[in-house]
Structure formats: structure tokens, C-alpha cells
């Protein structure tokens, strides 16, 4: 019996993500942040990210074990990796960059307990030309930095599937895809400034370097499609450090928030109760039930968030979203 299965990483530039000097080009239209890639991907799907400029690369491990009365007598892999291109606009102007893909590295199978187990490195560099300072001689590069993913995948005896995003990049960030192609998981932070200035290729997979990225789970549905509006309303935006509060519980407010980046807890009388990641949306209950916050969000992580201090949005849907947060009532 022959089991096959696949998972899938790629990689995106968020809005808001570029800090500095290095999102002028982007702030003049010269280049361009990524719109959310979509729940679902398959070949079809993932071809047209590519051929649009949407995405950056993706790392797609597809493999398969053969089994007989119930031991693994042999597994391989069939995945594959693939590097975007980068277009720059000068006025009426178009010029496109081939991105520079790295050999993707397979490590051989490890088969163990009734599990065989794989592991995929995928990824490159922009072909753009990016000046940037990084932190050894000769102190500027021209070329842009190396961005990666590593999947992990283990297969059982009995086909059974699981899998992690074991290694990423700081910058871009990672959304993952079961082998049904459905968004299931997304890197916490992004770091433009430690990818440029420290991320260098010497510090990468390919040199025996990996960097163990923070993974959350992906917010609801109808948060991500609310999120998209939420954007298209000119929010402010806010930074705050690791133990810092968008909301306290007992407290009045009436702001509505969208984690841009970083990971937060939500505490109910002093306990932890969940956390919530890029994509959630936190402050909705405080408009739907009187006014006073019904926990406290507190930054884990350096984070940002978007701010939306007029909220004009369906009661319908704020419910919608309200109604996978009570989780103090679970």
C-alpha cells in the first residue's frame, strides 16, 4: 500500500510589514506589499500567486511511503520548491526581476516507530538589486537577503498524516496548508530588520543555520474576510513591546483591533484563557455588550496592531466573530 501526502508553506510580504527607510520604494508605488494569499491553494492556485507577483516563494513537500503488513518498507519525496519574481514600476514603466532560487534540501527519510518522517528546505533571494547595511564587513550589500522555509512531515504505517513549519526565515511571512490545500497555520512576527541586517546567506540552511519561527494558529473565517475592510479603512497603527495591553478587562472601550503581527494572550480574571495571532481581531465584545472590555490582551511578543477607532461595521458579523471568543465560558 502506497500513502502519499503533502504540505505546503509560502511566503508573503504583509502590509505595514517594511520599516524605515527600505518602504520608500513601496510608499512611491515602486514596489508593493502581497494581498493575504487565500485559504485555499493547489497547483492551479499557487501558478497564478507566482505569475502575479503575489507571493514570494513556496515551499510545497509532497511524500509518500510504501507499507506492507503494516511496516514501512520504503519512502521518498516528490516536492518541489519555487521562487517568485519581484516588478518594480517607474511610472508607466515595468521592469521584473527573476527571483534566485536555492537547490531545495531534502534530508534522507527517517523511518521509526511505525512513522517515517521528512524534512524540506525550499527558498532564495529576490533578483531585485535591495542596498542594505548588514552587521560584518563589508557593512552594504546589494543583493537581497535569503528566505526560506522548513517543512517537517510524518507519515504513519497507517497513512495518517502531521506536520510543522520546523524552520523559517524571519521575513517573509509563512502561511501553511494542509494536504488538502486549507490554511491551518501562519509565523507570529515578521523581522525586516533582523532579516536584512543579520539574516545573511551564511546564516541560512545551507550553511547548517536554521531559525525556529513562532507559529500560530489562523484566525476564523470571518475574522481574516473582516480584516480585509478593516484594512481598507485607514486605521492607525500601534507598536507595543512584549507585556504590553490593548485591552483591560473591566475597563471602557470602544476601539477595534487587528493583530498585524506578534502573538498575544488573552487573560480572564488574571488566567490565561487563549492567545491570538496575526489575522484575530480583539475589542469587539466591549462594542456589542456595553462598552467595558471583557478581558485582557496582553503582547507575549513585541507586536502591532491596526486600529479602528470609528466601528461602523455589521452587528451581524462582530457577533460572528464575538462568538468564537467566549472562550472563558468553554
Known sequence: ???????????????????????????????????????????????????????????????????????????????????????????????????????????????????????????????????????????????????????????????????ELSGASPFPRQWVYDGAGNLVKKTATTDWKTWTRIQDHVRSPWHGVEHAPLVAEVASPTEREFSKDLMQSKPTFRKLEAGGTITVQGEPGDELFLVIDGVFDVEVDGRIVAEVGPGAIVGERAILEGGLRSSTVRARTAARVAVQRTVTADPATLAAIASGHRTEEA
Open 1 to 163: 500500500m502506497r500513502y502519499e501526502s503533502t504540505v505546503t508553506s509560502l511566503g508573503w510580504i504583509p502590509s505595514e510589514a517594511i520599516e524605515g527607510m527600505m518602504r520608500l520604494p513601496i510608499d512611491i508605488g515602486v514596489g508593493h506589499y502581497d494581498p493575504p494569499p487565500p485559504d485555499f491553494v493547489d497547483d492551479d492556485v499557487l501558478g497564478r500567486l507566482i505569475a502575479d507577483d503575489a507571493i514570494r516563494f513556496v515551499n510545497r513537500l509532497t511524500a509518500w511511503i510504501e507499507v506492507k503488513d503494516g511496516e514501512i518498507m520504503d519512502a521518498g519525496y516528490s516536492g518541489r520548491g519555487v521562487v517568485g519574481s519581484t516588478t518594480a514600476r517607474i511610472g508607466p514603466l515595468r521592469v521584473t526581476f527573476p527571483g534566485v532560487a536555492y537547490p531545495v534540501v531534502q534530508q534522507p527519510p527517517v523511518v521509526e516507530g511505525g512513522r517515517a518522517r521528512f524534512f524540506q528546505t525550499a527558498g532564495g533571494r529576490t533578483g531585485a538589486p535591495l542596498p542594505r547595511r548588514i552587521d560584518h564587513p563589508p557593512f552594504l550589500r546589494i543583493s537581497g537577503p535569503t528566505a526560506w522555509s522548513t517543512l517537517t512531515l510524518e507519515i504513519s504505517a497507517d497513512g495518517t498524516p502531521s506536520f
